[in-house]
C-alpha cells in the first residue's frame, strides 16, 4: 500500500485545512486509518484515528473538538479536516493504515503497518 498525503501548507491562526491521504495498490476499505504528527525535536504523536468502517474514531486529546477525521471507502481516501488552528499545531503531518481492519481505533504508531511520506502544515500566529 502507498499512502499520498497532500493538502499542508502555511494558514493562519484559527484557520482551517484539510488533509488528504489517498491510497494505492490495494483497498484500505477494510483497514483502520490514522493521522499522526511530529513537531520538530519532538516524538511523533497521535492525532487522529478511524476504524475500518468508519464507526468509531478518536482523537488526540489537543485536537479534540477541532479536528474531524473521515473516510471515503471507495475513494480509497482518508481525510483530516483541521478547524481553528493553532500555532501549536504546526508539524508535518503523517497518514497511516494498518494491514487489518477492527472496530476498536489505534491510537499507537507501533500499530500500524504503512505509512505515507507526511506534509507540512504551519500554523502562524
Known amino acids: 500500500v502507498q499512502l499520498q498525503a497532500s493538502g499542508g501548507g502555511l494558514v493562519q491562526a484559527g484557520g482551517s485545512l484539510r488533509l488528504d491521504c489517498a491510497a494505492s495498490?490495494?483497498?484500505?476499505?477494510?483497514?483502520?486509518m490514522g493521522w499522526f504528527r511530529q513537531a520538530p525535536g519532538k516524538e511523533r504523536e497521535f492525532v487522529a484515528g478511524?476504524?475500518?468502517?468508519?464507526?468509531?474514531?478518536s482523537y488526540g486529546d489537543s485536537v479534540k473538538g477541532r479536528f474531524t477525521i473521515s473516510r471515503d471507502n471507495a475513494k480509497n481516501t482518508v481525510y483530516l479536516q483541521m478547524n481553528s488552528l493553532k500555532p501549536e499545531d504546526t508539524a508535518v503531518y503523517y497518514c497511516?493504515?494498518?494491514?487489518?481492519?477492527?472496530?476498536?481505533?489505534?491510537?499507537?504508531?507501533?500499530?500500524?503497518?504503512?505509512w505515507g511520506q507526511g506534509t507540512l502544515v504551519t500554523v502562524s500566529s
Open positions: 495498490g490495494r483497498t484500505v476499505s477494510g483497514s483502520n
Open positions: 478511524i476504524s475500518w468502517g468508519g464507526g468509531s474514531t
Open positions: 497511516a493504515a494498518k494491514r487489518t481492519g477492527s472496530y476498536a481505533v489505534k491510537v499507537h504508531s507501533y500499530e500500524y503497518d504503512y
